[in-house]
């Protein structure tokens, strides 16, 4: 099938076109019809003169019919029914809806829509999240995932022209990829299987295995039973591994320079439609972003009147706002990393200090007031790691098969897990991930 993106009519010569989407709106008036016509790129107007009745005088007694047809039939369109439309182009600076318009030659309806449609503009998110396949069709909807294309490509782009390699990691596990906790299990055949919570170990693996830098993007999953606005059972995980890194300062240069390509392209490809959109300006951060330890990350949040109540001595929610707010005031940036996390409230693998076992080479990375990343240089020594993980109550046993890619020789190495939808929400000024998820999966959501 032949037919014109509407996002291409503009430039077009006037003169005879096909196009194809679905309806909007129509406004039916008594001589004239108007079809607002949506697809993919964006939205057209489409005129038709009306036809009303039948006279016996006609000329053409055939083509009033035909059009008397035309008129019945765009009366009856239901919103969302899928049309195919071929008429005649006209440029005319007094449309407002982008100069252009199409008059109706001739009218197909390929799918016809029910007359009444089960969300409307003022639904609620979850009702929204019901019809999903009916919300997707908004335009910002439909915004968030070119940008999220266009992230995506970007990130792939840079991690390509740096000798990265992209490597597709299992999602079934034989046991955890983080800790027991959060994790889905499921039946496999004579035994158990895990759901992978993060391709940490895997993406490790590709240390020994010589392939120096790897990077995925992939689904991973949580059986978190929080609702909050930023959590999910699934979700995409933007993952990275490098070797021969002499601390976490050298994940942090990579991990920004990758957030640099990925926000150039956003805004050269979509900056003013997002602020159209959202009324959001995306701005490209600048280098190097603000680095803060975690303890003076504290003292720097307790001066600004809040005292985080958590007992473990990691920021609360609340705590990054206020921790961003100040970097903001003091640097002008969006982007923070807190470093040197405390070793009790980070995975075994991650390397402490020298000097000081009670902090590690982590770092967890901020954005607009909400962590998206977590990063760190890894222990890449066995006999540290099995100290490591039996200090945090794990069984070497249990780890056998990770702590084998540590026994034939591993270049000191570290990376970052990043959460895709956090970003595009808090890029895009967005108040859930469930907007910035394709189908969003939840404690109480499977379905569509």
Do not use: C
């Not at 915004?143 to 299992?170: C, G, K, M, S, Y």
């Not at 901020?366 to 020594?381: F, K």
């Not at 069984?395 to 897990?417: A, N, Q």
């Amino acid at each position: 099938m032949t037919r014109a993106l509407i996002k291409n009519l503009a430039p077009l010569p006037d003169g005879t076109v096909t196009v194809a989407g679905w309806v909007d709106t129509v406004r039916d008036q008594k001589k004239v019809q108007f079809v607002i016509l949506r697809d993919e790129s964006g939205a057209v107007q489409l005129v038709n003169p009306a036809t009303r009745e039948l006279t016996e005088d006609a000329a053409d007694p055939a083509a009033q019919a035909a059009a008397l047809a035309l008129t019945e039939t765009i009366s009856g369109l239901a919103h969302g029914s899928m049309v195919r439309v071929t008429g005649e182009l006209k440029h005319d600076e007094r449309v407002k809806l982008g100069g252009i318009e199409v008059k109706i030659a001739s009218l197909e309806v390929v799918s016809e829509a029910l007359p009444e449609t089960p969300i409307a503009d003022d639904s609620s998110l979850d009702k929204r999240l019901d019809w999903r396949f009916l919300d997707l069709r908004r335009p910002e909807a439909n915004l968030i995932f070119r940008v999220q294309t266009t992230f995506e490509h970007a990130l792939r782009t840079w991690w390509v022209e740096n000798d990265f390699v992209e490597i597709h990691t299992p999602k079934l596990m034989a046991s955890a990829s983080e800790s027991r906790a959060e994790l889905f299990e499921l039946e496999y055949f004579e035994g158990k299987a895990y759901l992978s919570q993060s391709p940490q170990f895997f993406k490790q693996m590709a240390q020994p295995a010589g392939f120096g830098r790897v990077f995925e993007i992939a689904p991973a999953f949580r059986a978190d039973p929080s609702f909050t606005s930023r959590h999910a059972t699934e979700f995409t995980s933007i993952d990275a591994e490098m070797s021969w890194v002499d601390s976490h300062e050298d994940v942090m240069a990579m991990h920004e320079q990758l957030l640099v390509a990925g926000f150039t392209a956003v805004v050269e490809k979509h900056g003013a439609e997002i602020e159209a959109a959202f009324g959001v300006t995306v701005e490209v951060p600048a280098v190097p972003f603000p680095r803060i330890p975690l303890a003076e990350a504290l003292e720097l949040v307790k001066a600004r009147g809040y005292e985080v109540p958590r007992t473990d001595g990691d920021l609360d929610p609340e705590g990054e706002r206020q921790l961003s707010a100040h970097v903001r005031e003091a640097f002008g940036h969006d982007f923070v990393f807190v470093t040197d996390y405390a070793s009790g409230i980070r995975p075994f693998y991650h390397m402490r200090h020298e000097g000081d076992a009670g902090l590690t080479n982590s770092y967890d990375l901020l954005y607009n007031g909400t962590e998206i990343s977590t990063g760190a240089q890894r222990e890449h020594r066995v006999d540290v790691l099995i100290a490591q993980a039996q200090e945090k109550g794990l069984e070497p046993e249990e780890l056998e098969f990770y702590l084998d890619f540590f026994r034939y020789g591993v270049p000191p190495h570290g990376g970052f897990g990043m959460g895709l939808a956090r970003v595009l929400m808090l890029m895009l000024g967005l108040g859930s991930i469930r907007e910035t998820t394709y189908l969003f999966r939840g404690p109480t959501r499977l379905l569509p």
